[in-house]
């Protein structure tokens, strides 16, 4: 007797003509292939964070999407690397993937040595999301502006503590030094969710994070926003520059989120996840979920994913050459 997954396929043929049915047939048997199995989403950061929060809506709905349980699982130790090779080295059924910022595809380039190629070793699936970015200051530094801030820390090099975790905030900090002609002292973290109870206790007097995780404390006046990074000012802070209206247009960083998959896993497999994530990413209700949180939707195909990342890491090259960067 045929199974309820057979009589479903075969009825979809029918109705899809040859190209839907040729369409079907490839999506009903991966999913018979995988039918039962959970897969798996590495993060490479701590639980609690805002990219952590998207991974987690992305993988609730991935889930429904794909029939499958869908884990997530935190592993932010060797700066994402280890998350990364996992992945890499997991085996062709595609049953295993990553989720990762975009700032991370640079990771091998400040990890010097570390001989693993993003680009051949990993297959985009395409973009999920966005995280937009501030830069916040303990209130008990004297500073209201981010011309302020670079006066302030003019006058006692090496002094002021910068917190940094991911690639971006590492991108962000250079950056600002440059443009500022300061010198900071960086502190590194696995993830903002751990700078921050530093931050607010002072330890460190400053900080390029997302604004998701920034903005509770802001509200409190516990944490001073200073200015965002993106090219148009936060809803949820209109009163606060960016930092080209601040006079910084080079402190810039890239936000994006997305997902991926070891480049052995075969072609259709990549498309049947790849177009499972673009109807995820099309959901009004994740795209909601998102908005409430100061994050937001950003869809891409594994092309334009591509595409971003071939640019991205042009750029990335000449910023840590310029800025003699490397990994915390």
């Not at 910022?101 to 990890?111: D, E, K, Q, V």
């Not at 680009?119 to 970015?133: C, D, N, S, T």
């Not at 991108?171 to 607010?200: C, K, N, S």
Request: hydrophobic fraction near 50%; charge should be neutral.
């Amino acid at each position: 007797m045929p199974s309820l997954l057979q009589i479903t396929l075969l009825a979809a043929c029918c109705l899809l003509g040859p190209a839907g049915q040729a369409h079907a047939t490839e999506a009903g048997a991966a999913n018979a292939a995988n039918a039962g199995k959970a897969l798996r989403l590495l993060v490479p950061l701590p639980a609690g964070g805002p990219s952590d929060f998207i991974a987690r809506q992305a993988a609730q709905h991935l889930s429904e999407a794909l029939g499958q349980t869908v884990i997530v699982e935190n592993k932010p130790s060797g700066n994402g690397l280890l998350a990364a090779r996992e992945v890499a080295a997991a085996g062709p059924e595609g049953q295993t993937l990553l989720y990762a910022p975009g700032s991370m595809i640079a990771t091998p380039l400040l990890a010097k040595g570390s001989g693993f190629d993003w680009v051949q070793e990993l297959a985009p699936l395409g973009k999920i999301g966005r995280v937009p970015f501030g830069l916040a200051v303990h209130p008990a530094l004297p500073a209201t502006t981010v011309a302020e801030l670079a006066t302030h820390a003019r006058s006692q090099p090496g002094r002021l503590n910068v917190a940094t975790s991911t690639p971006s905030e590492i991108m962000a900090a250079a950056q600002f030094m440059q443009a500022a002609g300061v010198e900071l002292t960086r502190v590194p973290y696995r993830g903002a969710t751990q700078a921050l109870p530093d931050l607010l206790a002072g330890r460190v007097q400053l900080m390029f994070g997302p604004l998701a995780a920034l903005q509770a404390q802001v509200r409190a006046g516990a944490l001073r926003l200073l200015a965002v990074l993106g090219p148009e000012r936060s809803a949820a802070f209109p009163e606060v520059p960016t930092m080209r209206e601040a006079g910084f247009a080079g402190v810039a960083v890239p936000t994006w989120q997305a997902l991926y998959v070891s480049a052995r896993v075969a072609g259709t497999r990549q498309q049947q996840l790849a177009r499972a994530l673009a109807t995820v990413a099309a959901r009004p209700d994740m795209r909601a979920e998102l908005d409430k949180r100061l994050l937001a939707v950003e869809m891409g195909s594994p092309q334009e994913l591509a595409a971003t990342i071939a640019q991205d890491l042009g750029s990335w090259a000449a910023l840590i050459e310029d800025y003699k960067l490397t990994a915390d």
